[in-house]
């Protein structure tokens, strides 16, 4: 019984763990201002998208409970750059070249609401959110990407829930089996 309990434990440890490491998949074209940017979900570790010649940056907006935070490029054909704008839109972070064609950004956050974008070198886009206002009309080196995140936080409701769950079923269990002995 008891080896029974501890294995039920161990796996939704690990199936609670695994559900947090999810990738997130653009859908269509992930906009280039605030409000046509895509939420990326909590406990999302991978965006993975394209820019096309008519898409020339993505912009997507994610929640933060405060924190270090790192975004990387990877699987990559050109050029890409990345930045990380606050709620306001104002840059806090870009990078461009970290290695080879891949961009890399790692910065403390307070909790809060960003925006990560990423387009193709060399479309500067002028300092701030609104500079990717003329986005869509320019026309630049394009594929698939994707970027890797340290895990994205959301204010949504823990995980811990189900392990609470679990215990209740444990002695659940061991109630019945003393009822079972008496």
Do not use: C
């Amino acid at each position: 019984m008891k080896k029974m309990i501890s294995a039920m434990i161990v796996a939704t440890a690990l199936s609670s763990a695994a559900a947090h490491a999810t990738t997130y998949n653009e859908d269509g074209d992930a906009g280039h201002t605030a409000l046509t940017a895509q939420s990326v979900k909590n406990g999302t570790t991978q965006i993975k998208g394209a820019l096309s010649t008519a898409d020339s940056v993505d912009l997507f907006k994610f929640k933060w409970n405060g924190g270090s935070f790192a975004a990387s490029t990877t699987n990559i054909t050109f050029d890409t750059m990345l930045f990380l704008f606050d709620q306001n839109g104002d840059t806090l972070a870009f990078n461009d070249d970290y290695s080879g064609l891949a961009s890399y950004i790692n910065r403390t956050l307070s909790a809060g609401e960003y925006m990560l974008a990423i387009n193709a070198y060399s479309y500067n886009y002028g300092g701030n959110l609104a500079g990717f206002a003329n986005a869509p009309g320019i026309r630049g080196p394009n594929g698939a990407y994707t970027i890797n995140l340290s895990q994205v936080d959301s204010t949504d409701v823990p995980e811990p829930a189900s392990l609470g769950l679990l215990g209740l079923a444990a002695i659940g269990l061991g109630l019945a089996r003393r009822r079972k002995q008496a």
